[in-house]
């Protein structure tokens, strides 16, 4: 019965380090430009093809925040996120805390060499 307790701690544990991973991968995706995050309502030069939603994420650290947004609009399939936004709120004991949320979404398939220009394209990881 006894290693029935310790079941949930090694399992969160297990979550954590996946997390961890996670935001890292997609740290490295926004540093070399593969993941673009921007303020307006599209990424220059590329079309929006599909719209995946709202994404957001809330927090004490600003990196984990914003690298946290990005990583749930990874795993919704997403190639960027527009409409980017963040708000910041004082607490009187000093926090902060943060908010940061955009809209998840794919590019369409541009047009070269005859192209059908079908479909979203998809990240390589």
Request: charged fraction near 25%; include cysteine; proline fraction near 2%.
């Amino acid at each position: 019965m006894l290693f029935l307790l310790g079941g949930n701690d090694k399992k969160a544990r297990k979550a954590e380090a996946a997390q961890t991973e996670n935001l890292e991968r997609v740290r490295e995706l926004f540093l070399s430009g593969r993941f673009p995050v921007v303020t307006t309502d599209g990424v220059e030069d590329r079309r929006i093809g599909r719209v995946l939603g709202l994404v957001a994420c809330r927090g004490y650290d600003s990196d984990e925040t914003f690298f946290g947004m990005a990583a749930r609009a990874v795993n919704k399939g997403a190639q960027a996120i527009v409409g980017y936004q963040e708000n910041v709120a004082f607490h009187p004991d000093g926090s902060k805390f943060f908010s940061c949320y955009g809209t998840a979404v794919q590019f369409s398939r541009e047009e070269k060499d005859g192209g059908n220009g079908n479909g979203p394209l998809r990240l390589q990881a």
